[in-house]
């Protein structure tokens, strides 16, 4: 079941570093970007070779853009990881899921998917973008994303303790790290 507003004040004020209210819909929370996101470059040609020599390509590809003070403009063939302002907390109870808001969709922005939070997660969240048809820009306070949570049936055995708890800002995956 997903959760309703009313659900939500109460999470984002119990256990949220960063709960604006006015970001609280029915039934989701607007995630907003922070202040630096990490910017691949992708080249169609690297992108049809990067299975043979993924990691070294990679590394030398990124960089730290600071989007606070200047607006960066991602453009198609580069992917950003970007963090939530928010300091993200899912109780045992509940599990969540992120998703590109529609408005960002419709401007170009594409969202990998990757976002899903298992009961006990705390920590910003973190998400990858692509621009792939068009230029779009980012910006810090960008509401970029939506939370959606979840009631599970049963409260976990186990709680959420893996790589990415209380990650702070953008994080890359810890594989390639």
Request: charged letters at 25%; zero cysteines.
């Amino acid at each position: 079941m997903v959760l309703p507003d009313r659900r939500l004040i109460d999470i984002a004020t119990k256990h949220w570093q960063h709960n604006d209210l006015d970001n609280i819909n029915s039934a989701s929370i607007d995630l907003e970007v922070s202040s630096t996101a990490i910017v691949y470059d992708w080249p169609l040609w690297y992108r049809l070779m990067w299975g043979v020599t993924k990691n070294q390509r990679w590394l030398r590809r990124r960089r730290l853009v600071d989007i606070k003070n200047k607006p960066f403009l991602l453009k198609p063939g580069q992917m950003a990881l970007l963090s939530t302002k928010e300091w993200i907390v899912v109780p045992p109870k509940y599990a969540a899921f992120l998703t590109l808001k529609s408005s960002r969709g419709r401007e170009g922005y594409d969202h990998a998917l990757a976002g899903w939070f298992d009961p006990g997660f705390r920590g910003n969240g973190v998400l990858e973008v692509y621009a792939p048809a068009v230029p779009t820009w980012l910006h810090s306070d960008l509401k970029i994303a939506q939370i959606i949570y979840l009631t599970m049936l049963q409260e976990p055995v186990r709680s959420y303790d893996g790589h990415y708890q209380d990650q702070k800002g953008v994080t890359e995956s810890w594989t390639i790290s």
